[in-house]
């Protein structure tokens, strides 16, 4: 059906209406800026795109990176009929209705369709099985775009039959060069309004962004519509300006997702590898995001066991004494107290014997040992216990020199094993040193 007037007018003032990030979507490979990784000269991905031989992709990554963006550039360069579905805003029915139009594709015009589903984790395990035949069958090549780990939130067979592309946030200089060109595009940018901007705020706006582009454009567009023309028809955007229109910067942080898991991690890592600053950064991320921080606490306590036990065994109280600080004092004034144990954890001389020792014990509990206790060791604090010759031959350490006397305590099948070897490090020295001098006594 022709197109009327008042639709073409419609599709007109809707163009000029759209916001400054949506006009600069670029619309061709050589447009497109970042994610080399992905999409560089003579990558996979590059070369399908170029050939139109694009195979069922998942593309995940945060926010503001080029996921939609590159999908659209895809519909620009392919041959194929290109459908679009938004996982939040369809269902069932609009999926098996893309599926019967890829089949008519195949059938009337021997064309194959590229189905692009934005935000596919917000599909459901019916939903996405409902796709899972046409792809396997080849009747639609799939793109999903997802900001949750796919590998989390996307069915195994689906996965399975795709290849997924993981896409970075932007660099600083990456939005740089995107600001710069939608500063001095005529046609799609604010080229046409006689914008100069400030290298100060250039890259004041490049940071907050934290790579995200969308921020970044939506903060240019807005600091040019709310900024008046000097006497020579220029509007000037300075840091003070780039700093109203952007105040917060954006924290790539969601406490159920994916992030959550990556920036816990580092934490835990942080304080295992003994590096302080990087430990209180990403506890300082975490905080400032709204993430629980008895979530926090509880980790610092796990890890006070976990990473260093007996080198330093005050971490194991430190880190409970900031957890019953933080529910005696609440934040924000707790995130001293967390701070106090997060620093002196990772500070901490390092040590996982304990860790290691339970482990090997649990494995020689299940595997290695009936498990029955020796007769001297069992309970003798009922009548006739000495009938049954329970506890009869058991030393009492304290009667001994030093508190120690050399017995059996470990089962008959597992006598001579070792669970716990303490390392030379911190206060697990003085512990290792000892028990070697009770071991030489026997």
């Given at each position: 059906m022709q197109a009327s007037i008042f639709d073409m007018t419609y599709d007109r003032n809707t163009e000029q209406n759209e916001p400054l990030a949506a006009r600069m979507r670029p619309k061709?490979?050589?447009?497109?800026?970042?994610?080399e990784q992905v999409v560089g000269q003579g990558k996979m991905l590059n070369r399908l795109i170029r050939t139109d031989r694009l195979t069922s992709a998942i593309f995940y990554g945060p926010p503001g990176t080029g996921k939609t963006t590159l999908a659209n550039i895809i519909a620009n360069q392919t041959k194929a009929d290109f459908k679009i579905l938004n996982a939040v805003t369809s269902g069932k029915k609009d999926i098996e209705a893309a599926i019967k139009q890829a089949k008519n594709n195949i059938a009337l015009y021997n064309r194959k369709t590229?189905?692009?589903?934005?935000?596919?984790?917000?599909?459901n395990k019916s939903q996405q099985d409902a796709l899972l035949p046409s792809v396997e069958k080849g009747e639609i090549i799939l793109i999903g775009a997802t900001t949750e780990n796919p590998y989390f939130e996307i069915n195994s067979?689906?996965?399975s039959r795709s290849t997924v592309f993981e896409f970075f946030p932007l660099t600083e200089k990456d939005i740089r060069q995107i600001i710069l060109r939608a500063v001095h595009d005529q046609e799609k940018g604010l080229g046409a309004m006689h914008v100069q901007i400030t290298d100060e705020a250039l890259d004041h706006l490049a940071l907050m962004a934290n790579g995200d582009v969308r921020r970044a454009l939506n903060a240019l567009e807005l600091a040019v519509l709310s900024s008046d023309k000097n006497a020579d028809g220029v509007i000037e955007i300075d840091l003070d300006v780039a700093q109203e229109c952007i105040q917060k910067k954006a924290l790539d942080y969601d406490k159920t997702g994916d992030n959550h898991y990556d920036t816990i991690s580092a934490f835990i890592k942080s304080i295992r590898g003994s590096d302080p600053d990087a430990a209180l950064f990403w506890m300082a991320k975490m905080l400032n995001a709204g993430e629980d921080p008895k979530f926090i606490a509880?980790?610092?306590i796990i890890s006070a066991s976990e990473d260093i036990g007996n080198a330093e065994p005050m971490a194991l109280v430190v880190a409970v004494s900031a957890a019953q600080a933080l529910d005696m004092v609440g934040l924000p004034e707790?995130?001293?107290?967390?701070?106090?144990?997060?620093t002196f954890l990772a500070s901490a001389p390092k040590s996982n014997a304990s860790n290691v020792g339970i482990q090997r014990a649990s494995h020689a509990v299940r595997y290695d040992s009936n498990g029955q206790v020796p007769?001297?060791?069992k309970d003798a604090h009922y009548q006739?216990?000495?009938?049954?010759?329970?506890g009869t031959t058991y030393k009492f350490p304290h009667d001994y020199p030093n508190h120690y006397v050399s017995q059996q305590y470990l089962p008959t099948d597992l006598i001579d094993a070792e669970f716990y070897s303490p390392t030379s490090i911190g206060y697990e020295k003085k512990i290792k040193e000892r028990l070697q001098r009770l071991k030489e006594s026997k």
């Open positions: 061709t490979l050589e447009e497109f800026c970042g994610q590229i189905l692009f589903i934005d935000e596919i984790h917000r599909f067979a689906l996965l509880r980790r610092m707790a995130r001293i107290n967390l701070s106090q144990a997060v007769a001297h060791l006739g216990s000495a009938k049954l010759n329970r």
